[in-house]
């Protein structure tokens, strides 16, 4: 994807708005002292022009709404605006108006997202590839791709960028089912100062959810700007057991060294410590689904993300871009839970024999060099990106169990993992018919290195991953509405720390996607059809009973996807929206279950949202559907006397928002939201979340959302 900006201003620094931040240590000392500088900068009015042509080398550009017009693959963007109109409780909740993502959400804070995307695994979000402002956001993009931190607030967030297709070249590895991007709020151009307080009241909950946010940012001068966040949720959800207490400070800098050389910067801080109320045994749910049987169970987990990206703009070809990322992150988590070591070991209605805890500790480090060039020719342009990877991986993975009658402690795992990863990829854009139609070759090679050393057992294994990973994506745009499209790429994803030292050495997991769709865009209308396939084999998946991972071999998942918006001529009032999707997930490997659903995967979806703006209201009534899942490869129908197996019914959920502009004029705005979340309070539950996956996972029931934003 290549842009061109010909008056380029200093304080909208190219379209680069791919934000970064600079770590914040006091956050109220840091507003009283920067929004002291906001008049001198709003002051400052001198501007530069540059004549010049700004390349990037992105595949999916800056995750603005404009880039999903002509991208050869299904996609999706929420705003913020979206996300606040559809009463999401969190970013996973708000997920769930997306085409082909289901979400089992186990928290209501959005602390830990289990993801879903085209019928892949949902928990810990581990077949899901999420980045922030492009850079890798999961604990270790190779060795443990779970998201068991999740450094990310709704609040800090401008927009998501879901990408089902045609980026595995660029993004690899684990995109199987594509790249989900997460972007923070811009820099303002004048400066600006944000509060905002979300209080979120569970009806059956005892104490509500408080949501503080605060940022101030800007230009300080005509080259240098700078954002700090801070962000912090305490409280509880609807459930007991369930406290709930997490802050997340960033800060971004934007440096413009010269008329051609950009650098930015971000830094982040965020620590959260939850309690986890866990599944219930249907009898209990019966009784009361707000409960909590797991009284041991809770989650603390902190991570310090940094990174710097240098881009420099090239008087080579007829455009071109150097840019050269780093990123790093030191992060730390450790879940406990309760553990029967008779039986099954997560069955809710026995009492817990031990606690475990599995503490966890990630050094991550990578550079990604990427060079983007433009070339014109009369009747072909070609965008070449040219890319490489290197990332270290320091895993130090450990379990303890303890007694709780004799309080003795044993060491079942003590296992540590070093990665070293290399990755090229190359990409052309090929434009012909005067860019009607585009192809897009690309090839991307992986080779990884992981060493697993058991320190209990004093034993070491080497395993190495090295795969040719090959795209093509094909787009022609039929009219100026109307594009279609087709691509084909293989994906990979390798082995796990916990996947190779219990029973040796894993292959990687593999799939082929292939897309044919077609979209169009007129003003605020559009509207997407997408044909899938994911033809996955060497399907990895943990077997509690016997406590080992296992090949379980060939999965297929194809299906449509339907999404679109419409707003009336006649009515501008009114926008309508909604999505469907038809999911077919099914095991192909030879034996007993060859033919069967996929377990947690649902083969219906619709999504749906209508607003209404009338005098200063602007009202919103949205929801979702999913139809029922099986909680086993057997498909097993009825449910047994734990809730280990049985069918997991259909849900609908609607929710209603009613937003309004209390005040504004040029330089400041209050905004209020007023939201009904699960409005007419829909029973519904999951089943096989993480640590606690035997039993009925209770849904959100009906919450009520107060939201006032002051910008000024």
């Given at each position: 994807?290549f842009?061109q900006?010909?008056?380029?201003?200093?304080?909208?620094?190219?379209?680069?708005?791919?934000?970064?931040?600079?770590?914040?240590?006091v956050?109220?000392?840091?507003?009283?002292?920067?929004?002291?500088m906001?008049?001198?900068?709003?002051?400052?009015t001198?501007?530069?022009?540059?004549?010049?042509?700004?390349?990037?080398g992105?595949?999916?550009?800056?995750?603005?709404?404009?880039?999903?017009?002509?991208?050869?693959?299904?996609?999706?963007?929420l705003?913020?605006?979206?996300?606040?109109?559809?009463?999401?409780?969190?970013?996973?909740?708000?997920?769930?108006?997306?085409?082909?993502?289901?979400?089992?959400?186990?928290?209501?804070?959005?602390?830990?997202?289990?993801i879903?995307?085209?019928?892949?695994?949902?928990?810990?979000?581990?077949?899901?590839?999420?980045?922030?402002?492009?850079?890798?956001?999961?604990?270790?993009?190779?060795?443990?791709?779970?998201?068991?931190?999740?450094?990310?607030?709704?609040?800090?967030?401008?927009r998501?960028?879901?990408?089902?297709?045609?980026?595995?070249?660029?993004?690899?590895?684990?995109?199987?089912?594509?790249?989900?991007?997460?972007?923070?709020?811009?820099?303002?151009?004048?400066?600006?100062?944000?509060?905002?307080?979300?209080?979120?009241?569970?009806e059956?909950?005892?104490?509500?959810?408080?949501?503080v946010?605060?940022?101030?940012?800007?230009?300080?001068?005509d080259?240098?700007?700078?954002?700090?966040?801070?962000?912090?949720?305490?409280?509880?959800?609807?459930?007991?057991?369930?406290?709930?207490?997490?802050?997340?400070?960033?800060?971004?800098?934007?440096?413009?060294?010269?008329?051609?050389?950009?650098?930015?910067?971000?830094?982040?801080r965020?620590?959260?410590?939850?309690?986890?109320?866990?599944?219930?045994?249907?009898?209990?749910?019966?009784?009361?689904?707000?409960?909590?049987?797991?009284?041991?169970?809770?989650?603390?987990?902190?991570?310090?993300?940094?990174?710097?990206?240098?881009?420099?703009?090239?008087?080579?070809?007829?455009?071109?871009?150097?840019?050269?990322?780093?990123?790093?992150?030191?992060?730390?988590?450790?879940?406990?839970?309760?553990?029967?070591?008779?039986?099954?070991?997560?069955?809710?209605?026995?009492p817990?024999?031990?606690i475990?805890?599995?503490?966890?500790?990630?050094?991550?480090?990578?550079?990604?060099?990427?060079?983007?060039?433009?070339v014109?020719?009369?009747s072909?342009?070609?965008?070449?990106?040219?890319?490489?990877?290197?990332?270290?991986?320091?895993?130090?993975?450990?379990?303890?169990?303890?007694?709780?009658?004799?309080?003795?402690?044993t060491?079942?795992?003590?296992?540590?993992?070093?990665?070293?990863?290399?990755?090229?990829?190359?990409?052309?854009e090929?434009?012909?018919?005067?860019?009607?139609?585009?192809?897009?070759?690309?090839?991307?090679?992986?080779?990884?290195?992981?060493?697993?050393?058991?320190l209990?057992?004093?034993?070491?294994?080497?395993?190495?991953?090295?795969?040719?990973?090959?795209?093509?994506?094909?787009a022609?745009?039929?009219?100026?509405?109307?594009?279609?499209?087709?691509?084909?790429?293989?994906?990979?994803?390798?082995?796990?720390?916990?996947d190779?030292?219990?029973d040796?050495?894993?292959?990687?997991?593999?799939?082929?996607?292939?897309?044919?769709?077609?979209?169009?865009?007129?003003?605020?209308?559009?509207?997407?059809?997408?044909?899938?396939?994911?033809?996955?084999?060497?399907?990895?998946?943990?077997?509690?009973?016997?406590?080992?991972?296992?090949?379980?071999?060939?999965?297929?998942?194809?299906?449509?996807?339907?999404?679109?918006?419409?707003?009336?001529?006649s009515?501008?009032?009114?926008?309508?929206?909604?999505?469907?999707?038809?999911?077919?997930?099914?095991?192909?490997?030879?034996?007993?279950?060859?033919?069967?659903?996929?377990k947690?995967?649902?083969?219906?979806?619709?999504?749906?949202?209508?607003?209404?703006?009338?005098?200063?209201?602007?009202?919103?009534l949205?929801?979702?559907?999913?139809?029922d899942?099986?909680?086993?490869?057997?498909?097993?129908?009825?449910?047994?006397?734990?809730?280990?197996?049985?069918?997991?019914?259909?849900?609908?959920?609607?929710n209603?928002?009613?937003?309004?502009?209390?005040?504004?004029?040029?330089s400041?705005?209050?905004?209020?939201n007023?939201?009904?979340?699960?409005?007419?309070?829909?029973?519904?539950?999951?089943?096989?979340?993480d640590t606690?996956?035997?039993?009925?996972?209770?849904?959100?029931?009906?919450?009520?959302?107060?939201?006032?934003?002051?910008?000024?």
């Open positions: 994807m842009h900006n010909l008056d380029r201003k200093p304080h909208i620094p190219a379209p680069k708005q791919t934000q970064r931040t600079l770590h914040l240590s956050l109220a000392t840091a507003i009283a002292s920067v929004t002291s906001s008049a001198i900068a709003a002051n400052d001198q501007t530069t022009t540059m004549e010049t042509l700004v390349v990037t992105s595949l999916i550009g800056h995750s603005e709404l404009e880039d999903v017009k002509e991208y050869p693959g299904a996609r999706n963007i705003t913020q605006d979206q996300i606040k109109k559809t009463s999401a409780l969190s970013i996973d909740s708000a997920l769930q108006s997306v085409p082909g993502v289901k979400v089992q959400d186990e928290t209501g804070t959005g602390v830990l997202p289990n879903s995307v085209r019928g892949l695994k949902a928990s810990r979000s581990g077949y899901a590839q999420f980045l922030m402002d492009g850079v890798p956001l999961t604990l270790a993009p190779y060795g443990h791709t779970g998201q068991s931190i999740f450094p990310a607030t709704m609040a800090t967030i401008d998501i960028d879901i990408v089902r297709g045609g980026a595995a070249v660029q993004y690899g590895p684990n995109n199987v089912g594509g790249v989900i991007n997460l972007v923070t709020k811009p820099i303002p151009h004048q400066w600006q100062t944000e509060i905002s307080n979300r209080l979120t009241v569970f059956d909950g005892d104490t509500p959810l408080n949501d946010y605060l940022r101030t940012g800007g230009w300080l001068s080259t240098l700007a700078l954002q700090v966040e801070g962000n912090f949720l305490t409280g509880e959800s609807f459930r007991e057991h369930s406290d709930t207490d997490v802050t997340n400070f960033q800060a971004k800098l934007q440096w413009l060294l010269s008329d051609t050389q950009e650098l930015q910067a971000f830094v982040q965020y620590d959260a410590d939850t309690q986890m109320p866990g599944a219930l045994a249907p009898a209990d749910y019966d009784d009361d689904r707000t409960q909590s049987k797991r009284p041991y169970d809770e989650y603390q987990g902190e991570s310090t993300r940094w990174s710097l990206k240098y881009l420099h703009d090239l008087a080579i070809a007829d455009g071109a871009e150097l840019e050269i990322l780093t990123f790093g992150h030191h992060s730390d988590r450790v879940f406990q839970w309760g553990y029967n070591v008779t039986g099954d070991w997560a069955d809710p209605s026995r817990s024999t031990h475990r805890r599995s503490p966890r500790q990630f050094e991550v480090y990578g550079i990604e060099p990427k060079l983007a060039v433009h014109a020719g009369p072909v342009t070609q965008n070449w990106i040219f890319g490489a990877r290197y990332v270290n991986e320091d895993i130090d993975y450990k379990l303890t169990q303890t007694s709780i009658a004799e309080g003795s402690t060491v079942p795992r003590d296992w540590h993992s070093d990665t070293d990863a290399y990755a090229g990829y190359v990409s052309n090929i434009g012909l018919f005067s860019d009607r139609f585009k192809v897009t070759p690309g090839i991307r090679y992986e080779s990884v290195n992981m060493t697993f050393d058991d209990g057992k004093d034993t070491s294994k080497d395993n190495k991953v090295t795969e040719w990973l090959p795209g093509l994506t094909l022609y745009n039929l009219t100026e509405q109307w594009v279609a499209y087709t691509n084909a790429q293989k994906s990979l994803r390798v082995p796990q720390i916990s190779v030292p219990t040796g050495e894993k292959s990687s997991e593999l799939a082929w996607n292939y897309e044919l769709g077609a979209r169009y865009t007129q003003d605020s209308t559009t509207f997407n059809i997408a044909l899938y396939r994911i033809d996955f084999k060497d399907k990895l998946q943990w077997n509690p009973t016997t406590q080992l991972t296992e090949n379980i071999g060939k999965t297929l998942h194809q299906g449509v996807e339907l999404s679109g918006r419409y707003v009336l001529e009515l501008p009032a009114l926008s309508i929206g909604g999505g469907y999707t038809y999911l077919d997930a099914t095991l192909e490997e030879d034996g007993p279950n060859k033919g069967n659903q996929l947690y995967t649902s083969k219906h979806q619709l999504n749906w949202d209508a607003t209404y703006t009338f005098s200063k209201l602007e009202t919103t949205s929801g979702y559907y999913f139809s899942a099986y909680s086993d490869d057997a498909n097993t129908v009825e449910e047994d006397s734990i809730g280990k197996a049985g069918k997991i019914p259909a849900y609908m959920v609607w209603f928002n009613i937003g309004s502009d209390l005040y504004k004029d040029e400041s705005k209050l905004r209020m007023l939201s009904v979340n699960n409005l007419f309070d829909e029973d519904y539950y999951f089943r096989g979340i606690s996956d035997i039993g009925r996972y209770p849904a959100p029931g009906r919450s009520y959302i107060l939201d006032l934003n002051y910008q000024f």
